[in-house]
C-alpha cells in the first residue's frame, strides 16, 4: 500500500525532496499536499520523516561508479567516494543540515553510479531480464575492513524507552554491548542524532536484580530504515550513572552468553579475508616501495619497503660505499615536477645506466620528459648508455601517502584481553618519529628487457659527445641523506628457518677452488662467508664440499653437491646459495641438512634478523596496503590447472580496473576470462609456472590488449593475447590495426608461486571466528589455502610501443584517445 501510493506520487516526492531541512517545510508540504487525502499526506510525510532521519553508514563506492574513487572524511569518519558523489554529498549535507538518509540516497544515486546506468539501459518493461551468471572470480578491497572497540553480542530483549516526555515505549535490542546497543522501534517514533533517551532493560530486570530504577542513559549515534515499520536505532551510553555494579554485570553477561546468542562477526570475517590476500600480495611484489619525504621544503627519499622480489633493485642503486644513491636519482627536482602533473597517480619513466672509475660507480639518470626536453642529447643518451651492461628501465609511480594509514588495528576490541590490546596500539613514538615527514609513496618496478635494450643500441651518436652526459650524471655527496632500507617483515616469507653455523667449505667452480666457511644454512639454501673475492653472478651453478661434516656422516656423500648462486654481497665475500634441484631428483644437501636439522634442533640457533625500528615494517606495509595502485591477481588451484580465483582492487583504479568498471564488472565478483582467457591460462601460464617454486623469482609475461570502447558488451570490445617473455613483436599486426580506432594496452604480467600463509598474522582473528563459528573459520582457511600464485599486473604501453616500429603519430593519436577515455571514467 505505502509503495504504491509513494510510486503513484513519485514526482510529487521528488520535488519534496528538494525542500528537505528547509525552515519551512511544513508549510510547503502543505501546500503541495493540500488535494491528497489523508492517508496519502500521512505517508509521503513519513517518507519525508524517514529521509531525514540522521544516519553513520559508510559509504564505499569502489567498484559501483564510474569515476575514479578517493578517501573523503566527514565528521571523523572515512569514506570512499568519487568527485561527483563527493559534489553531490556536499551539497546534500548542507541543504539537509546533516548527514541523514537523504544524502545517503542521493550519493547512491548519482548519474555514473553502474546500478544507476543499469537501470537506464532497459529498454522495456515487458523484457525478460535472465538471471546473470556467478561470476567466477572474487574481488578483493584492500585496506576495507574497521576495526571495533568491543564485542556486540546479537540478543533480543524486550525494552522501554522514554524521551521528551513520552514514557514506556515499547521496543527490542537486536544487539548489544557494553557501551552501546541496537534497537528496533517503530516507525511512527521519530528520534534525532544526538537525541538523549533512557531506557529500561525490561527482559533482564525480570531475572536480575540491576538497581536501575531510572533507567539507562543512551544517546543516538544514527538510524538505519529496513523496514516501513521499523527504524533500527544505533546507541551509546553516556555512562552519565556511573554504576560500575551494572557495567560488571553488563560485561559478565555478556562474556558469560556470546556463545549461546553468537557475537557478530561480519566485521572480523571481511578482515581476515582481506588480509590473508594482502599477505599473500606484498611479499611478491616486484616493484620497490620508496617513501619520499619533504623537509624544509625539499623532497628527498626517506625510506624503503623492501620484499624478496624488489631487494635487486635496492641493491642496483647501492654504490661501493654501500649508500644508496637513490636519494640523487629520485631529486628533489624531479619529485617536484612529477608531483605536479594534475592525476592522483603520476608515472613516468627513467632509463639508466652506470660508469665505474677508479674503483667507484656513478649514476647517470634521465626520464623520458627530460629527454624530450633535451632532445638533442636523446640519441646520445639512449645509444651510450644502451651499450652498458648497468642499461635499465624503470616505471615511476608517485601518489600521495598519509601518516595515519600506518595505524591499522585488529578488527577485534581491546576487551577480549592484554594480548589484543597491545596488538592494537598505534605506532610507537620512535615510528611516528621516522614516517612524520613522508608525503608520497614512490614505486620503482624494472620494466626494460634485452629487446628493447638492442633497440636503444640502434641509436646512432658521436662518441666524441660523449663528456655532454654529464648533465644526466650524479655527483657524490659526502654527507647524503639517510635512506633506511626496512625488510618486509613477513613471519613465513621464508620456507624454512634459518640456523647460524660455522663450518668449513670447498667450492669448485669450471676454472678455480675457493675456500670458506658458511654463516648459516637452512634445509634448502645456505650463507657462505668466503676468503677471498668471487666474480659470481646470480644463477652460477657451483659445486660445495663439507670436509668437517663429511666425518659426521657416512651415510650421505658431501662432495661437489650443487648450488645455484641467488645473491652475491658488494663486497664480494657473501654468497647467498640455494639447492639446485633438477625436476624431482633428490639432492644429497636437502637430504642431509633436513637430517641434520631434524636431529639438533635443541641445539641450533635460528638466525633471527631484529628489526632498527620494531614496528616500522609493520607501519610501512599499512601505508602501502591504503596506497595500492597496481592490478593483482591470485591463481587458484584446480585440477591440473590454475584459474584466477581473486584480483585485488585498492585505492587508484588501474587501467585494467577501469575498464572493468565500464562494464560493471567491479563490485564483490567479476570475470576477468575476456582479459586473460582460458587458453592463455591452460596454454601459456600453466605449463610455465607449474614447476616453479616460492623460492624462485616472477616469471614475466606479456598481455597485449586492443579494447574497442565503443562496444556495449566485453566480449565484443576486447581482443587479447598473452606470452611468456617480453617480446611482443610478433603481436605487430595486432597492436598496428588497433592503433586507428581502439585503445591498445601492453601490460607485463609478473607472476609467482606462493609459499606458506603468514598465520601468525591472521591468527588472532581465525582464533576468535573459530571459537563462535569454526565452520567459517575452516572456510575462510581453505579459501586461503588454495590460492596458490600472485601475480601483479603493470600497464607499460607507453615504453613498450615505441619499441614495435610503428607509425608513431597514430601512436600519439592513441595515446591522447586513451588518456580522455581513461580520465573520463576515473
Not at 553508514?57 to 568527485?83: A, C, W
Not at 626517506?302 to 631529486?331: A, G, W
Amino acid at each position: 500500500m505505502a509503495e504504491d501510493v509513494l510510486l503513484k506520487h513519485e514526482a510529487l516526492v521528488n520535488e519534496l525532496k528538494q525542500y528537505l531541512g528547509n525552515a519551512k517545510f511544513d508549510l510547503i508540504f502543505k501546500s503541495k499536499t493540500a488535494e491528497l487525502s489523508k492517508p496519502e499526506q500521512f505517508l509521503i510525510k513519513m517518507e519525508m520523516s524517514r529521509l531525514s532521519q540522521p544516519i553513520d553508514r559508510f559509504i564505499d563506492l569502489r567498484g559501483s561508479v564510474t569515476g575514479q574513487v578517493k578517501p573523503y572524511e566527514h565528521n571523523g569518519k572515512q569514506h570512499f567516494m568519487d568527485d561527483t558523489a563527493i559534489e553531490v554529498f556536499e551539497a546534500a549535507i548542507k541543504q539537509h543540515k546533516g548527514y541523514t538518509l537523504a544524502v545517503y540516497e542521493a550519493v547512491m544515486n548519482t548519474e555514473n553510479n553502474y546500478r544507476v546506468l543499469q537501470q537506464k539501459s532497459t529498454t522495456t518493461p515487458a523484457k525478460i531480464i535472465e538471471p546473470l551468471p556467478e561470476l567466477p572470480t572474487d574481488v578483493i578491497k584492500f585496506a576495507a575492513y574497521e576495526s571495533r572497540r568491543e564485542e556486540r553480542m546479537n540478543y533480543s530483549i524486550k525494552i522501554t524507552i522514554e524521551y521528551d516526555e513520552q514514557t514506556k515505549i515499547e521496543a527490542s535490542t537486536s544487539d548489544i554491548s557494553l557501551s552501546g546497543c541496537k534497537i528496533k522501534l517503530a516507525f511512527r517514533y521519530n528520534l534525532k542524532k544526538g537525541q538523549l533517551i533512557v531506557m529500561h532493560l525490561v527482559g533482564l530486570e525480570q531475572d536480575f536484580e540491576l538497581g536501575l530504577k531510572n533507567g539507562i542513559e543512551y544517546e543516538v549515534v544514527a538510524i538505519e530504515n529496513t523496514s516501513d515499520e521499523f527504524n533500527h536505532i544505533r546507541l551509546k551510553r553516556t555512562f552519565k550513572e556511573n554504576n560500575t555494579a551494572f557495567d560488571h554485570f553488563l560485561e559478565s553477561f555478556i562474556h558469560g552468553n556470546k556463545r549461546r546468542y553468537k557475537v557478530n562477526l561480519d566485521n572480523t570475517l571481511d578482515a581476515v579475508i582481506s588480509k590473508g590476500y594482502e599477505q599473500y600480495y606484498i611479499p611478491r611484489v616486484n616493484s620497490l616501495y620508496v617513501f619520499i619525504s619533504q623537509k624544509n621544503g625539499v623532497y628527498y627519499p626517506s625510506l624503503s619497503l623492501t620484499t624478496e622480489n624488489s631487494l635487486f633493485i635496492q641493491r642496483y642503486f647501492t654504490d661501493e660505499r654501500k649508500v644508496s644513491c637513490l636519494y640523487s636519482v629520485l631529486n628533489h627536482k624531479r619529485i617536484r615536477n612529477l608531483a605536479l602533473k594534475p592525476v592522483a597517480v603520476k608515472e613516468e619513466y627513467l632509463y639508466t645506466f652506470t660508469h665505474v672509475s677508479a674503483g667507484k660507480i656513478y649514476y647517470y639518470s634521465a626520464t623520458r620528459s627530460e629527454l624530450e626536453q633535451h632532445a638533442q642529447l636523446k640519441a646520445l643518451f639512449f645509444g651510450f648508455g644502451s651499450r652498458r651492461d648497468s642499461w635499465r628501465c624503470f616505471k615511476l609511480q608517485l601518489m600521495p601517502s598519509h601518516t595515519e594509514d600506518a595505524y591499522i588495528p585488529l578488527s577485534l576490541p581491546n576487551s577480549l584481553g592484554k594480548d589484543i590490546e597491545k596488538l592494537n596500539k598505534p605506532p610507537s613514538p620512535r615510528v611516528e618519529g621516522a614516517i612524520k615527514d613522508v608525503k608520497y609513496l614512490m614505486l620503482l618496478t624494472q620494466v626494460g628487457n634485452k629487446h628493447e635494450q638492442q633497440h636503444y643500441q640502434q641509436y646512432e651518436f658521436d662518441k666524441a659527445l660523449a663528456n655532454k652526459l654529464k648533465l644526466f650524471g650524479h655527483s657524490k655527496h659526502a654527507s647524503p641523506p639517510e635512506l633506511n632500507t626496512v625488510p618486509l617483515e613477513y613471519v613465513n616469507l621464508r620456507s624454512n628457518k634459518r640456523y647460524l653455523y660455522k663450518t668449513s667449505v670447498v667450492i669448485n667452480t669450471r676454472d678455480s677452488v675457493l675456500h670458506g666457511h658458511t654463516r648459516d644454512f637452512s634445509v634448502f639454501g645456505l650463507q657462505l662467508e668466503c676468503n677471498q673475492e668471487v666474480n659470481f653472478k646470480k644463477g652460477d651453478i657451483v659445486s660445495l664440499s663439507f670436509p668437517d661434516l663429511q666425518k659426521i656422516t657416512k651415510s650421505y656423500s658431501l662432495s661437489l653437491i650443487q648450488y645455484e648462486v641467488m645473491a652475491v654481497s658488494k663486497s664480494l665475500t657473501t654468497i647467498n646459495l640455494k639447492a639446485h634441484v633438477e625436476k624431482k631428483l633428490p639432492h644429497t644437501g636437502v637430504d642431509f641438512f633436513t637430517l641434520l636439522i631434524n636431529s639438533n634442533k635443541q641445539k641450533l640457533k635460528v638466525a633471527e634478523e631484529s628489526p632498527k625500528v620494531p614496528g616500522l615494517s609493520t607501519a610501512l606495509r599499512n601505508m602501502v596496503t591504503k596506497t595500492l595502485c597496481q592490478f593483482p591477481i591470485y591463481l587458484h588451484k584446480s585440477m591440473a590447472h590454475f584459474e584466477i580465483g581473486a584480483m585485488g582492487f585498492g585505492l587508484y583504479p588501474s587501467p585494467l580496473h577501469v575498464i572493468l568498471q565500464n562494464f560493471s564488472l567491479l563490485n564483490t565478483k567479476t570475470d576477468l576470462s575476456n582479459i586473460i582467457t582460458k587458453a592463455h591460462i591452460a596454454d601459456v601460464i600453466t605449463p610455465n609456472i607449474k614447476e616453479r617454486s616460492r623460492q624462485d623469482s616472477p616469471l614475466e609475461f606479456s598481455l597485449v590488449i586492443n579494447f574497442d570502447p565503443k562496444k556495449e558488451n566485453i566480449a565484443d570490445a576486447i581482443t587479447s593475447q598473452c606470452i611468456l617473455g617480453t617480446d611482443c613483436s610478433e603481436f605487430k599486426q595486432q597492436v598496428s590495426k588497433g592503433l586507428k580506432s581502439e585503445l591498445v594496452f601492453i601490460m607485463r604480467l609478473y607472476i609467482s608461486r606462493t609459499g606458506r600463509l603468514d598465520t601468525d598474522y591472521l591468527a588472532n582473528e581465525l582464533k576468535y571466528v573459530s571459537q563462535y563459528a569454526i565452520h567459517k573459520a575452516k572456510d575462510l582457511e581453505d579459501a586461503l589455502w588454495s590460492v596458490s600464485g600472485v601475480g601483479d599486473i603493470i600497464d607499460v604501453s607507453d615504453e613498450a610501443l615505441v619499441h614495435l616500429s610503428l607509425n608513431q603519430q597514430q601512436v600519439e593519436q592513441m595515446s591522447r584517445r586513451k588518456l580522455i577515455w581513461l580520465n573520463r571514467l576515473r
